[in-house]
């Protein structure tokens, strides 16, 4: 873990300089840090009352275009990869993601919703959709004020079925205005700004913080039952490892819409790495979650130029062959129990 964490920290302020660094205009290294460095010092001179000097040539398309993008992309990243570490330990189950309870679907509805009747609110419609989705699930999979995991699964599998069930009525019935929801049901970061970024961060810091202080208990949560025997409140902390998974998603889906397989993909590499102990397993698939979805927003803004792919495509297209490798690894008995 030593030397693995400031890989990942490196691999990470490096994956965040090239996101801003490269796009449809071709901006010199120097001119990126110089419209970064008048950011930041404008910024501050709100408070301090000095004067920043003169604006670099660059800085909209930088500090106000890329940078938001950017910095957002990484944070829906390690929010995603964070839910999807604690649903693997809540599961018990290696090919379990931040979705499967419901959030997504919840949060697809309320987008369509959203799309139809308050455009202008569509992410906020998605998050409490997306919120209510998993309240829902988990109130049907209650048993004697418990939460059975087994049940839970089933209950947000039929809830995903149903839910989607709408969101496609929906869709359908939006004509030619249903490309919008197709866009944000895709996975997109068009349009990110400074506000975006400071409400997924504060998220994302409460969130995945709670999970890293937590490792113990993710670590004895996937004994099961056994883990009681061992001083763990089960009952406990399965509630609160829904809610922080819960939050960590729905707040990530409604700023970028439904992007797979980031919370899947990356504790997997990490854990091959790394191990299984989530004392490390849980930042380090954080960062490495961020990575991975800066590096697919890349590819979405410039692997067919002019035109920008939605983000979702490309994750799908990294994350569906290494999901069957998974799946085969599962079918021979040699992933993790």
Do not use: C
Not at 228 to 234: Q, R, T
Not at 280 to 301: M, Q
């Amino acid at each position: 873990m030593r030397k693995w964490l400031p890989a990942l920290a490196l691999l990470s302020t490096a994956a965040l300089f090239l996101g801003v660094y490269v796009g449809s205009v071709g901006i010199s290294p120097s001119d990126v840090t110089a419209s970064i460095a008048y950011g930041i010092k404008s910024t501050l001179s709100h408070f301090t009352q000095t004067n920043p000097g003169e604006k670099p040539r660059y800085f909209v398309i930088i500090w106000e275009l890329r940078l938001p993008r950017v910095l957002l992309a990484y944070l829906v990243g390690l929010s995603l990869a964070s839910a999807g570490v604690a649903s693997q330990a809540l599961f018990r189950n290696p090919l379990a993601d931040p979705y499967i309870i419901g959030v997504s679907a919840g949060a697809g509805i309320g987008a369509a919703l959203g799309a139809i009747y308050a455009p202008s609110h569509m992410g906020s419609l998605a998050l409490a959709s997306a919120l209510l989705s998993v309240f829902i699930v988990y109130s049907v999979s209650r048993v004697d004020g418990h939460v059975p995991v087994d049940t839970l699964l089933l209950a947000g599998i039929a809830y995903g079925f149903l839910a989607s069930a709408v969101t496609w009525y929906l869709i359908i019935s939006q004509g030619e205005r249903a490309h919008v929801t197709w866009m944000w049901l895709m996975g997109t970061f068009n349009g990110a700004g400074w506000g975006d970024v400071g409400e997924m961060f504060i998220v994302s810091a409460l969130g995945t913080g709670f999970l890293i202080w937590k490792w113990r208990e993710l670590n004895l949560i996937l004994l099961g039952e056994e883990s009681i025997a061992l001083g763990l409140d089960l009952h406990l902390y399965r509630k609160l490892f829904i809610g922080a998974i819960a939050v960590l998603t729905a707040f990530a889906v409604s700023t970028a819409g439904i992007i797979g397989f980031i919370g899947l993909v990356s504790p997997h590499v990490m854990r091959l790495l790394l191990g299984p102990n989530h004392k490390s397993l849980t930042p380090a698939s954080a960062l490495f979650g961020g990575v991975l979805l800066v590096f697919a927003d890349l590819l979405a803004r410039t692997v067919a130029k002019p035109t920008e792919l939605p983000v979702g495509i490309i994750t799908a297209l990294m994350g569906a062959p290494f999901f069957l490798y998974l799946l085969m690894k599962h079918k021979r008995g040699e992933l993790y129990s």
